[in-house]
């Protein structure tokens, strides 16, 4: 780990944040022990302010459209935070208008714990932000991953008596949901009922959800039946999420009973409660009752739409069924809808699958034709030609696609390697790009990164390795955008030990890590539960101004670390 710490050298056009001193220099690593969760009381400590007689309400500078002013934006909003705190601690009030669209322009600069502190002095100086803005500083923490901050706030806020409503406690409910805390959620609705707010329907559909995902389709229909018990009146969202999981654990002929007893419950099945089960008997090949409920589909809510058509072309695509697929694309595009790239897609995998060359470019030319362009999933869809041995063929289809398209050769080839590499293919990347490189595509370090990427998503550690020496074997020298994609990869796979490996490598061949590059390794030891030591190479990274202090607080309260004085 010495080496991490001995190889940096300080960014260069810092900013004033930045260029402070370092608070040190380590020649190893020392492992103490951190109070993690002092971070979360840190951030919102209260500050005692006492507000004139006066309550002189004071403007800030104009770090928005200022005249004269050739500093940078982001040097312009630190004065303001700067001068809204120094303002307040006199004892004078903000502009109330000025103070949410700075809180709200910090949130967009990233800068969440300046975004916190100043809600907190709008509270404290008697001011009473509007509702939105309360709503929005939640919301946001919550989607950036920062939960306890967003709960810290929350509890923050109400101290100083400032209501929470509802939606605000969505806000918590769905980020607990959605990173698997399912016990916490429902700790946090008793809270909210305790406090005599009532839960709406989007509560239950986040609650419902979890449960489903974390320990199936009878815990979930346990808790909807306790829900309902205590007075809650959960709508069709929540049953649709019901439906599903039945439908994902293959338990269709329960699912068919369930979407029928629908209505004796007062609901009326819409268009995504049919789109549910009419996909899984498709998908089973149940045809006969597939189309009853076709023929159901009529009316305003239940009307068919794209999704329906996608679910029936791609069925019958994988029953081998490609002409009837066909038909209903046609009768699809003489409809109101038009077919996408995902409609075309299923039938185009399902026919290189037959290994069809001659029916794969008659569709593609069709699908030109209509002007719909070839995505992602066409280009992975074409790769299963290689799958047939037919990866001559594969790249002669892809060659024409790019002869038809606005951008170079170069870029779309590259986007090629990339999307297969994306999703999981990348030994039919390796194939085609050797067929691209035959007739005169080099590839660049983009290209690379994207190999480097795909076979660490495979699991392809060392293979990913080894493209340094294909990379040098073509007179290619490795740089900094191919060592972060292989650490990345690495760090992914929960292989820290590895990852400090490469970067040795990558010290010895000269190439020097930039801030992405130590922001991987401190989350790499994050993942791996190592925060002291996580918290410990941060902090001295900070001191040696290696990274700067956007980064180090995105990367504090991202993974609840010890507070670094930034």
Not at 23 to 46: D, E, P, W, Y
Not at 132 to 141: G, K, R
Not at 155 to 161: F, Q
Request: aromatic share 8%; charged share 25%; glycine share 6%.
């Amino acid at each position: 780990m010495a080496i991490l710490i001995n190889s940096v050298s300080p960014i260069t056009h810092s900013s004033p944040e930045t260029a402070r001193k370092g608070c040190g220099f380590f020649s190893h690593i020392r492992v103490q022990t951190f109070l993690l969760n002092k971070g979360f009381s840190r951030v919102l400590a209260s500050t005692q302010i006492t507000i004139s007689p006066k309550d002189t309400v004071f403007t800030l500078p104009n770090w928005r459209n200022p005249k004269n002013d050739r500093r940078s934006r982001e040097v312009r909003l630190i004065d303001a935070f700067q001068h809204l705190e120094c303002m307040i601690g006199k004892g004078q009030k903000p502009d109330v208008g000025q103070a949410t669209q700075l809180l709200y322009d910090l949130c967009k600069a990233s800068k969440m714990r300046k975004a916190m502190r100043v809600m907190e002095m709008m509270v404290a100086s008697g001011i009473i932000p509007d509702a939105a803005s309360y709503t929005f500083l939640v919301n946001y923490l919550c989607k950036r991953g920062n939960i306890g901050y967003a709960m810290q706030l929350v509890e923050k806020m109400e101290k100083y008596g400032y209501p929470t409503n509802t939606i605000t406690y969505n806000s918590l409910v769905r980020g607990l949901c959605v990173r698997g805390n399912l016990n916490k959620s429902l700790q946090l609705l008793d809270k909210l009922i305790h406090k005599g707010l009532v839960p709406n329907v989007y509560t239950y559909s986040f609650l419902i959800e979890a449960a489903y995902k974390e320990r199936g389709f009878n815990e979930a229909m346990k808790l909807l039946e306790e829900i309902i018990a205590k007075g809650g009146k959960p709508n069709l969202v929540s049953y649709n999420v019901l439906l599903t999981g039945l439908c994902k654990e293959g338990r269709i002929d329960e699912a068919m009973k369930f979407f029928r007893s629908l209505p004796s419950m007062g609901l009326r099945p819409n268009v995504v409660s049919y789109n549910i089960v009419l996909r899984s008997l498709c998908y089973e090949g149940r045809w006969e009752e597939a189309n009853v409920l076709l023929a159901e589909m009529d009316g305003e809510d239940r009307i068919p739409s794209v999704a329906t058509y996608n679910i029936l072309i791609g069925s019958l695509s994988l029953h081998g069924r490609t002409e009837h697929a066909l038909e209903v694309l046609d009768e699809m595009a003489k409809g109101q809808f038009k077919p996408t790239a995902a409609s075309y897609n299923p039938i185009i995998a399902r026919l290189c699958k037959e290994g069809k060359v001659d029916h794969v470019v008659k569709c593609l030319d069709q699908m030109i034709f209509r002007r719909c362009n070839p995505n992602e999933g066409t280009f992975n869809a074409i790769a299963v030609l290689c799958e047939q041995g037919k990866v001559q063929q594969a790249y002669s289809i892809i060659q024409s696609l790019g002869n038809k398209q606005k951008c170079s050769t170069t870029e779309f080839y590259r986007n090629v390697i990339t999307s297969l590499c994306r999703k999981g293919n990348t030994y039919p990347a390796l194939q085609i790009l050797y067929e691209m490189t035959k007739y005169g595509f080099t590839p660049d370090s983009y290209t690379y990164s994207s190999l480097i990427r795909g076979l660490c998503l495979e699991g392809m550690l060392n293979e990913a390795v080894e493209i340094f020496k294909v990379m040098e074997e073509n007179n290619q020298r490795p740089d900094t955008e191919n060592f972060n994609a292989l650490l990345l990869g690495i760090c992914k796979c929960r292989r820290t030990d590895l990852a400090l490996q490469v970067f040795e490598m990558m010290i010895e061949k000269g190439r020097m890590p930039n801030e992405m590059t130590y922001t991987i390794l401190v989350e790499g030891l994050a993942h791996q539960k190592e925060m002291e030591l996580a918290t410990e190479v941060l902090r001295e990274l900070q001191g040696r101004r290696v990274m700067s202090p956007n980064t180090v607080e995105r990367v504090v309260m991202q993974y609840d670390l010890e507070e670094i004085p930034l």
